[in-house]
């Protein structure tokens, strides 16, 4: 069974930073790309960053670049997004996603239950 | 980057409908368009990935289409377990944009 498991969300002050964690079990994670993708309280879905399977091809949404890393550990079924700088507007659930491509078609096919970030003093 | 929107925003239907949402690309691309349905309190799944594809468990009440700009999302017979919020994304190049959503409740 494929499961995904975030963590590291909670209350944070702005300016200051967060890091999220998601394990993964079920599926051999250095075969697959990763995604990060976030949802304020009562909105739509944002898509906030991918990665390879290597780790060597990352893309962010323009307006978080420079504040939000993606970064994962292969030995450890580990995917992470480093959260800078945060602001209110960074308040979100946060979640974690599998990425399936097949004959160039990829989707987000496995997702986790997401981890709440509030951003606020 | 790609900017998608959907119509209607939010719609009322009863049991049995037929139910249809729309979903348009700013620029064509193939057809890397996934759909996705949400419930409240729960992470979204995927429903029919490149454009028409169902996925695996997922109802044959379910069907998307479309290509190029402009896709669809149907429901041919809606249920009590559809009511939910669907959203279409576009993987044909990051920023991997979804949709706005529309919100599908009871009449």
């Known amino acids: 069974e494929v499961q995904l498991v975030e963590s590291g969300g909670g209350l944070v002050q702005p300016g200051r930073s967060l890091r999220l964690s998601c394990v993964v079990s079920?599926?051999?994670?250095?075969?697959?790309?990763m995604h990060w993708v976030r949802q304020a309280p009562g909105k739509g879905l944002e898509w906030v960053s991918s990665?390879?399977?290597?780790?060597?091809?990352?893309d962010y949404v323009d307006s978080l670049k420079g504040r939000f890393t993606i970064s994962r550990d292969n030995a450890k079924n580990s995917l992470y997004l480093q959260m800078d700088s945060l602001t209110a507007e960074d308040t979100a659930f946060y979640y974690c996603?599998?990425?399936?491509?097949?004959?160039?078609?990829?989707?987000?096919?496995?997702w986790g239950q997401g981890t709440l970030v509030t951003v606020s003093s | 980057d790609i900017q998608m929107t959907q119509s209607p925003s939010s719609l009322a239907a009863s049991v049995g409908d037929r139910v249809t949402i729309t979903c348009r690309a700013t620029?064509?691309?193939?057809?890397?368009l996934h759909w996705y349905q949400q419930k409240p309190g729960k992470a979204p799944k995927l429903l029919i990935y490149?454009?028409?594809n169902l996925q695996t468990g997922v109802p044959s009440r379910f069907s998307g289409s479309g290509s190029g700009t402009h896709f669809t999302l149907t429901i041919s017979s809606l249920q009590p377990e559809d009511f939910a919020t669907y959203y279409c994304?576009?993987?044909?190049?990051?920023?991997?944009?979804f949709g706005p959503g529309t919100t599908v409740d009871i009449k």
């Open positions: 490149t454009a028409s």
């Open positions: 996603a599998k990425g399936y491509c097949a004959s160039s078609s990829c989707r987000i096919d496995y």
């Open positions: 620029q064509s691309f193939n057809n890397y």
């Open positions: 990665i390879n399977w290597s780790g060597g091809g990352i």
């Open positions: 994304q576009q993987s044909y190049s990051a920023p991997f944009t």
């Open positions: 079920g599926f051999t994670f250095d075969d697959y790309a």
